[in-house]
């Protein structure tokens, strides 16, 4: 798939990382797993050519192990 990031602005980067991160969240919670730290990495979303980038974070064992669990199930 073609990186068309290089053609969003800053703005529109966030708000693609926003989504993008929210997406995320909701699968995660329809698997039966919460990343407590899931977010945008705010460094990553300034300047002349932000990558905004989604932060996602540290957890403790059990949700390292739920996660690994629910990315092992067949789709």
């Known amino acids: 798939m073609p990186n068309s990031d290089s053609r969003m602005s ?16 909701e699968a995660l919670k329809s698997a039966g797993v919460k990343l407590p730290s899931l977010g945008l990495d ?18 403790n064992i059990a949700t390292a192990r739920a996660l690994a669990a629910a990315l092992r199930r067949p789709a």
């Open 42 to 59: 705010i460094a990553s979303c300034v300047g002349a050519a932000p990558l905004a980038l989604i932060e996602l974070g540290r957890c």
């Open 10 to 25: 800053a703005e529109e980067k966030v708000r693609a990382a926003e989504c993008a991160r929210d997406e995320l969240r």
